[in-house]
């Protein structure tokens, strides 16, 4: 699953820096259908002069589809470079 987001991410937003972690070792006995918890920190270009919240949903918009299976829960720290 992290090369799968690594992989997207790196095809929509063209990013400086990526690193994409896997958490699930964080909520060890949380139901989670089988689906993981991941931390993003993404550093791209396609973010200068673009709000935080639009940020994020440029993540969520490159990953569309893992969010109903395989993501659970995803942090994200997106910067502008």
Known sequence: MVEQIRRRLTDALAPVELDVLDEGHK?????????GHFHVRIVSPAFAGVLPIRRHRMVYAALEGLMDHGIHALSIDAKAS
Request: charged content about 20%; hydrophobic content about 20%; glycine content about 22%.
């Open 27 to 35: 909520h060890a006995g949380h139901a989670n259908e089988g689906k």
